[in-house]
Nanobody, 124 residues
Framework: QVQLVESGGGLVQAGGSLRLSCAAS????????MVWFRQAPGKEREFVAAIRWSGGTSYYADSVKGRFTISRDNTKNTVYLQMNSLKPEDTAKYYC?????????????????WGKGTLVTVSS
């Protein structure tokens, strides 16, 4: 079975940084896109960033452009989300997801597999 396991969440002060990791296993991912979503309390799950396993083309939500960077290590089947200049509004549970869709923006219906999420809390 496909498994996506997130790690790296925690508590950080505004202006600080965190690096999230997502380890993928269970199949070949070369034709897929790895996607990060987040969901804050009382809000809908929203797209954050995506990266193609092959080629490494990446896409970002406007809210995180210039602050977050998505990357991947194909030899480890791991995708990362480097989050800098964190704001309280970045507080959310961050989910790793795998999608067979090739686009610039991802919605929940584009996702084939989900991780269980990792909590990120940014204090003011």
């Amino acid at each position: 079975q496909v498994q996506l396991v997130e790690s790296g969440g925690g508590l950080v002060q505004a202006g600080g940084s965190l690096r999230l990791s997502c380890a993928a296993s269970g199949r070949t991912f070369s034709s897929y896109t790895m996607v990060w979503f987040r969901q804050a309390p009382g809000k809908e799950r929203e797209f954050v960033a995506a990266i193609r396993w092959s080629g490494g083309t990446s896409y970002y939500a406007d809210s995180v452009k210039g602050r977050f960077t998505i990357s991947r290590d194909n030899t480890k089947n791991t995708v990362y989300l480097q989050m800098n200049s964190l704001k309280p509004e970045d507080t959310a549970k961050y989910y790793c997801a795998l999608s067979g869709y090739s686009g610039t923006y991802y919605r929940e219906h584009n996702v084939d597999y989900w991780g269980k999420g990792t909590l990120v809390t940014v204090s003011s």
